[in-house]
């Protein structure tokens, strides 16, 4: 009686710490999903496609002294292109986006209050990409007429006219004078606050760059990124990098955002996770680069956790399975000799059956 009970007792404890292992796994697993998908600017391609899927979203991060400018992009298209001809791909719709920080500037407006500001030059589509919040008016596009419109930020409004309502009213970067085309919110996550530091923000086309920075026109980009099809995956991710492989080693960060936080990938990268963070280039990142690496590394440790969980009731299936082996194998003869009775007990009421239908047949 006694050693019925340990069993009963070690069933219902295997039973209960196999069940926390799910419970806790499932939990994991949630909360991975919401933490990736607060990071909204790595689904580009998955808003551009409206969820169908079949492209892959790819950033290029350059280090200052790259040498890439706005002179690469159009070989860089025309190549990307090219390469998915091969597959027989011949979708020409692969939108993209470059920018580049220019520092920070001193900011006026009409009532002369002033702010500072970290400006960033932005051109194609790349308010498509980073997926702000805009509270009022409208982003800056190349196809403007005017290209002296600004895209500034929340706290920057209010600092120079304590309101976010104030789409097309005047400010001054750097002396520099540009109209307010719209009003977007400050970072919402809790990594994007910490990496975007605290000055207020403001994006500007590249033909007012080029005066903001007193050059004759300003070319240079850090950050390229775009929307390429992927008839087979990873195919899309390569046809971008085989363009940059062997001209900017050392000077590039390539990824592959569309990928970056599936648990399969970030499982494969706990071998690296003490170096995940560990930049040992002149690449400079934004802010929501920075952003993504962290919860990259905070994934890694997550869905690594999980499957290791996931591992509990696999065990438990194989340690059962081996027990119902052994007892097979301590109970076969015993076992055979029961299957046997049965089988002989079951011809036995066949055969019985048979006669009796012929006896009731020879008397009619």
């Not at 086309?205 to 070319?219: H, N, P, Q, V």
Request: with cysteine; aromatic share 12%.
């Amino acid at each position: 009686m006694c050693m019925k009970k340990k069993i009963k007792i070690k069933h219902i404890v295997l039973a209960a710490v196999n069940l926390a292992a799910i419970i806790a796994m499932i939990v994991l697993t949630f909360a991975g999903k919401r933490l990736a998908g607060s990071q909204r600017y790595n689904y580009a391609a998955e808003r551009w496609t409206q969820g169908e899927g079949g492209y892959t979203q790819v950033s290029c991060f350059f280090s200052e002294d790259s040498g890439f400018t706005r002179d690469n992009i159009l070989p860089v298209r025309l190549s990307v292109k090219n390469t998915l001809k091969t597959v027989a791909v011949t979708d020409e719709r692969c939108p993209d986006a470059y920018s580049a920080p220019l520092g920070r500037f001193g900011v006026t407006c009409d009532t002369a209050c002033f702010s500072q500001a970290e400006v960033t030059a932005a051109s194609g589509e790349f308010f498509m990409f980073r997926c702000f919040d805009l509270l009022s008016g409208n982003y800056f596009s190349d196809r403007d007429i005017m290209q002296d419109g600004t895209v500034i930020d929340r706290t920057l409004a209010f600092s120079l006219y304590g309101s976010d309502d104030v789409v097309g009213m005047n400010i001054y970067i750097n002396n520099v004078s540009f109209k307010i085309a719209g009003i977007i919110d400050d970072p919402q996550t809790k990594y994007e606050r910490e990496c975007a530091g605290n000055y207020p923000k403001a994006y500007i086309s590249y033909s007012k760059a080029s005066e903001l920075a007193g050059t004759e026109t300003f070319t240079k980009v850090t950050c390229y990124e775009c929307i390429v099809p992927d008839p087979v995956d990873g195919f899309g991710y390569r046809a971008v990098s085989d363009v940059f492989r062997d001209s900017y080693e050392g000077k590039l960060l390539l990824v592959n955002n569309t990928e970056r936080f599936t648990p399969s990938v970030r499982v494969k990268a706990l071998k690296n996770l003490s170096r995940s963070g560990v930049r040992d280039d002149s690449v400079r990142l934004p802010y929501w680069e920075n952003a993504s690496r962290i919860v990259e590394h905070k994934l890694t440790v997550i869905y690594s956790v999980g499957r290791a969980l996931l591992a509990v009731p696999v065990l438990t299936a194989v340690w059962y399975v081996i027990q119902l082996f052994r007892l097979w194998v301590r109970k076969k003869r015993v076992l055979a000799c029961w299957i046997s009775d049965k089988l002989y007990s079951l011809w036995c009421r066949t055969s019985r059956k048979e006669s009796h239908s012929r006896f009731n047949k020879s008397l009619f």
